[in-house]
């Protein structure tokens, strides 16, 4: 199974600090990666798809990359109602795996 | 507007059976794989198990491999999930996912879960 290790799993910062989400794959994984939001009491949703493909209607402060394994994801300017915990996803193989999330407070 | 709503969870008993249905609205389901996901209290997301638009090729995470089935039906929107033997560590929130759309399906690219529902407890205890 693909292992996703994702870093920090708690993140306090403060409004408008640019935030950095990492999650690395325990083999290649091409560019099957997704970024989920999950707020206090919701469901996941989906912010970002093939690395760095923005899903509709996600504001443009967030953003995806990759260097090989290690993927990214950024808030640019974090914002109050970014509270939550962040998940990666990797579907290039089965079994699909998530990195155990991220928590973001302000 | 998308929408997908579980339904069929609750409080069972250890060894029980339950199945859980999901049904969607406002969009072209047989365009979508479909996907169950849970998440234990306090836990993190698991994968456990997909199927293809047309129902044809299912996957189960090992962890529900043998207890769990996967199922459609295109013509209600609704994709389903039977659980038996179900044990205390299958306690979690349910949710339904689609995938990306996928006309014709087989779009290994677009295996992201797209719409998700609210989800639905499932309890087991004795």
């Known amino acids: 199974d693909i292992q996703m290790t994702q870093s920090p799993s708690t993140l306090s910062a403060s409004v408008g600090d640019r935030v950095t989400i990492t999650c690395r794959a325990s083999q290649s994984i091409r560019s099957s990666l997704a970024w989920y939001q999950q707020r206090p009491g919701n469901a996941p949703k989906l912010l970002i798809y093939?690395?760095?493909s923005l899903e509709s209607g996600v504001p443009s402060r967030f953003s995806g990359s990759e260097s090989g394994t290690e993927f990214t994801l950024t808030i640019s300017s974090l914002q109050p109602d970014d509270v939550a915990t962040y998940y990666c996803?990797?579907?290039?193989?089965?079994?699909?795996?998530f990195g155990q999330g991220t928590k973001v407070e302000i | 507007e998308v929408q997908l709503v579980e339904s069929g969870g609750g409080l069972v008993q250890p060894g029980r059976s339950l199945r859980l249905s999901c049904t969607t609205s406002g969009l072209s389901f047989s365009n979508y794989e479909m996907n169950w996901v849970r998440q234990a209290p306090g836990k993190g997301l698991e994968w456990i198990s997909n199927i293809s638009t047309s129902g044809s090729r299912t996957q189960y995470a090992d962890s529900v491999k043998g207890r769990f089935t996967i199922s459609r039906d295109n013509a209600k929107n609704s994709v389903f999930l039977q659980i038996s033997g179900l044990r205390v560590d299958d306690t979690a929130f349910y949710y339904c996912?689609?995938?990306?759309?996928?006309?014709?399906?087989?779009?290994?690219?677009?295996?992201?879960?797209?719409?998700w529902g609210q989800g639905i407890p499932v309890i087991v205890s004795s």
């Open positions: 996912a689609t995938g990306g759309s996928c006309p014709g399906g087989g779009c290994p690219d677009a295996a992201y879960f797209q719409y």
């Open positions: 996803h990797q579907y290039n193989s089965y079994p699909w795996t």
């Open positions: 093939q690395v760095s």
